[in-house]
């Protein structure tokens, strides 16, 4: 009988719902990062999430019963679409022909992004909220490796390079994330100097 087939109603009624579930989610965890870009954690709650979302308090409460659950699956979901902006920046660097200036001008542009923002009320947080504390260790675990990875294709070791050479990328990057944090205290001049003196320092 139909309802009893994998290709009945019912089944294709079952996927339906689950697809409902994923974007349900989706768009709490869009609003809990959209919470920590223009709130800041201190003062994201659960409760500005739903609204956020569109959605009731009891929906949050049923996809996500307490705000930690929420807050751990926002560090994956902001992991991903980190990745993502990552991914489409380093495709712009294949066919470049100065491609340390362009990728440091790009990773400049992640550092400055509104992903940045929410991944760093993240990481201050996770210093004394150890629930968070693992979900950012393990994303920064895999950030670090696909930023090596791609280090590592587009920018081949030299000859006799010494081995703190694929130390670079994650340097650099703390160091721009670094000044990104300064905001509009940064003085601009001094940016410019920083950033010319990566582009061009002897390897």
């Given amino acids: 009988m139909g309802a009893s087939s994998p290709t009945g109603g019912n089944f294709r009624q079952r996927l339906t719902q ?4 994923a974007e349900t989610r989706r768009r709490l965890l869009d609003a809990a990062i959209g919470c920590l870009i223009d709130r800041g954690y201190a003062n994201t709650t659960t409760s500005e999430i739903a ?4 959605l009731s308090r009891g929906a949050q409460l049923y996809h996500f019963p307490k705000k930690e659950e929420l807050l751990t699956s926002a560090v994956e979901h902001l992991y991903q679409l980190m990745f993502g902006e990552m991914k489409e920046k380093v495709s712009r660097l294949t066919n470049e022909d100065d491609r340390r200036a362009t990728a440091i001008d790009l990773m400049w542009e992640i550092a400055n992004g509104r992903f940045m923002t929410a991944w760093i009320e ?3 947080a996770s210093r004394t909220d150890s629930y968070l504390r693992e979900s950012v260790s393990a994303a920064k ?4 490796e696909l930023i090596d990875r791609s280090f590592r294709e587009l920018f081949p070791r030299p000859a006799g390079a010494p ?3 694929d130390l670079i990328p994650e340097v650099v990057l703390l ?8 905001g509009q205290a940064l003085n601009s001049e001094f940016t410019t100097k920083v950033l010319t003196a ?4 002897k390897l």
């Fill in 141 to 144: 675990d895999r950030a670090a």
């Fill in 198 to 201: 990566l582009k061009t320092f």
């Fill in 175 to 182: 160091i721009l994330q670094g000044m990104a944090l300064e």
């Fill in 122 to 124: 993240i990481c201050v």
């Fill in 163 to 165: 081995t703190e050479y």
């Fill in 18 to 21: 689950d697809e409902k579930t």
């Fill in 51 to 54: 609204e956020r979302a569109g």
